[in-house]
């Protein structure tokens, strides 16, 4: 299967501060990303999707002001924490889109985000 | 709007077998398959699509009833491995019989297989 790689794996910061989280599909181009999040014992929760090249899509709900998406190439979309408080701390997810038939999804490893 | 699975959990030995269902007040596009273990990202295991068309592993089977909206994930003679939490993820049909790409996950079915 295709590979996804997330960095870091995990973030430890303080409240306030801004986190940058990057995904890349290794072996595979992908023009739409997605960014989940995942809170303990729970369902992961589509956050926003990631277009290569232009303006990401963001679920209901969620404030595209402190999670800023960016898109920039075909095998790199990044979510940035803005302003983290310890409310955003979570297990976050993104997935890369192969297109055609199936529209398979492959995830990253995630991303333990623990604000202080 | 979430697919419902069922059951929440389950506890086999290994050797047995389960079936997790997941059901959908949406008409569907297809439906895909994960595995979560715990601290770890999901892992795909298996896509049926409206028409009958399957890809995934040899190992494990499943079925897509279009008209009910449901699909079930079958695990025979399961293993230690087989341990974690499986997820369902639905597209929706959409009015040009396509999908919008979007996944949206069901609250996952815990599955724990003891020696």
């Known amino acids: 299967g295709a590979v996804v790689s997330q960095h870091p794996s995990r973030v430890i910061c303080k409240s306030g501060t801004s986190v940058k989280i990057e995904c890349r599909s290794l072996d595979f181009q992908a023009t739409t990303m997605f960014w989940y999040r995942q809170f303990p014992k729970q369902s992961l929760m589509l956050m926003a999707t990631?277009?290569?090249?232009?303006?990401?899509?963001?679920e209901q709900g969620v404030e595209k002001d402190k999670f800023l998406i960016n898109h920039a190439s075909l095998t790199l979309s990044t979510l940035t924490v803005t302003s983290a408080h310890p409310e955003d701390s979570s297990f976050y997810i993104c997935?890369?889109?192969?297109?055609?038939?199936?529209?398979?999804?492959?995830f990253g490893p995630g991303t333990r985000l623990t604000v202080l | 709007q979430q697919p419902v699975q069922s059951p929440q959990a389950v506890i086999l030995r290994e050797g047995e077998d389960a079936v997790i269902n997941c059901s959908s007040s949406k008409a569907l596009y297809s439906v895909h398959w994960y595995r979560q273990k715990h601290g770890e990202a999901p892992v795909f295991l298996m896509i049926?699509?409206?028409?009958?068309e399957q890809k995934g592993h040899e190992k494990i089977s499943a079925s897509f009833n279009e008209k009910k909206q449901q699909s079930s994930l079958y695990l025979t003679a399961s293993q230690l491995s087989y341990s974690g939490t499986y997820f369902c993820?639905?597209?929706?049909?959409?009015?040009?019989?396509?999908?919008?790409?979007?996944?949206?996950f069901g609250q996952g079915t815990i599955l724990t297989v003891h020696p």
């Open positions: 993820g639905t597209h929706p049909l959409n009015a040009g019989g396509t999908s919008y790409g979007k996944l949206t």
């Open positions: 997935s890369a889109r192969i297109p055609g038939q199936f529209n398979e999804q492959f």
């Open positions: 990631s277009n290569e090249g232009s303006k990401a899509t963001y």
């Open positions: 049926l699509l409206k028409g009958g």
